[in-house]
């Protein structure tokens, strides 16, 4: 392993300075639980880490009448366990919950969740130089590619491997980047970027910015959230596939649905038709299996992965017909 130095910053103009002088050399660690392993098994090499670990104010989440601020330090078991996390936004915690083990989940952080580098065994290996990593090819297009994409992937076929971002999504949160001269926000859906609009990374952030916090919008009275994954290994995995739902029903209709699918994208992955499918339907007429079959009607699955298409219309199916029953 290649030594490299380590800055504990205490402010955040501190953490995004050290971050922007030393890029694209540089990286931030939250928890650690997947840059380490990321640099052990040599598939990054930095010259720096900047730990967020020490900032004052992100550790805190905040339940007001608008909304959650959750801190990007906030680890994922407190998000898991938070009393007005379960009780108003269920999607998120069940999300959290799912996460790894519960070790990972007591030093994974929130914002490391978001911006942890992707899963697919090829980008891992320090064997393969993928367009991921610069190279010329994509090792997964023809073989090998049972756990990758089947929605919204051209080139590159990994899929995001958060949870939460998942959740967070289903639930319009909004991510705040903080950098040296300030703050900026954005929908979540516009955070990530698939490999087509920039193959080397998975957000927008730039050198020296980090994610400080997310917000999320109280939701109205008749909504609600539910976040199903299908895993390979019950123990503790990353999502096969997985889906959020979050619907708001009045007088039994649904007046606002959002549907997110996860693990069959390089992005967490909105289905704005079934969401307009599912908006001003009775709850009693709603048709779970074709609302299912609806959310996969793009999918172009690889070679070994069309087991995915008929997962995800199941979990879709699965996740609707438990809210609609709630
Ligand atoms: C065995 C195992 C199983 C797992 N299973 C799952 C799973 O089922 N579901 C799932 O969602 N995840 C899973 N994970 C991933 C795990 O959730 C992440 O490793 C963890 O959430 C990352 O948080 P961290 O604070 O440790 O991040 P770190 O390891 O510190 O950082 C991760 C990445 O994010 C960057 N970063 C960290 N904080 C910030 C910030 N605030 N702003 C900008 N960039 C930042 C770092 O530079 C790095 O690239 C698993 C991990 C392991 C090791
Ligand atoms: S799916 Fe992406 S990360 Fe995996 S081998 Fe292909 S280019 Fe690399």
Known sequence: MKPFKFEQATT????????????????????GT??????????????????????????????????LEIGALVTLARIASDQSIVETYPALAQAAES????QIRNVGTLGGNLCQRPRC????????????????????????????AILGAENCHIVHPSDVAVALLA????????????DRQMPIGDFFVSPDVNMLAENVLEPGEFVSKVKIPKPSSGTRSVYLKAKERQAYDFALSSVAVSLEVRDETITQAHVVLGGVAPVPYSVPQVDSELTGQKIREVDVQAIGQLAVKDAQPLSDNSYKVRLT???????????ISE
Not at 13 to 30: C, E, G, K, L, Y
Not at 99 to 102: F, S
């Open 12 to 31: 955040a103009v501190q953490a995004s300075q050290t971050h922007a002088d030393a890029a694209p050399n540089a990286r931030f660690i939250s928890g």
């Open 34 to 67: 997947d840059i380490l392993g990321e640099i052990k098994e040599s598939v990054l090499e930095v010259n720096i880490l900047v730990s967020l670990a020490g900032l004052s104010g992100a550790s805190e989440i905040i339940s007001s009448d608008l909304g």
């Open 99 to 102: 996460v790894a083990t519960p």
């Open 121 to 148: 065994w090829y980008y891992r290996s320090p064997l393969f130089d993928c367009l991921k990593k610069g190279g010329e090819t994509c090792f997964a297009s023809d073989e090998g590619n049972k756990y990758h």
């Open 171 to 182: 639930l319009d949160a909004t991510v705040v980047v903080s950098n040296a001269s300030g």
């Open 313 to 323: 219309a199941s979990m879709v199916a699965r996740a609707v017909s438990r809210l």
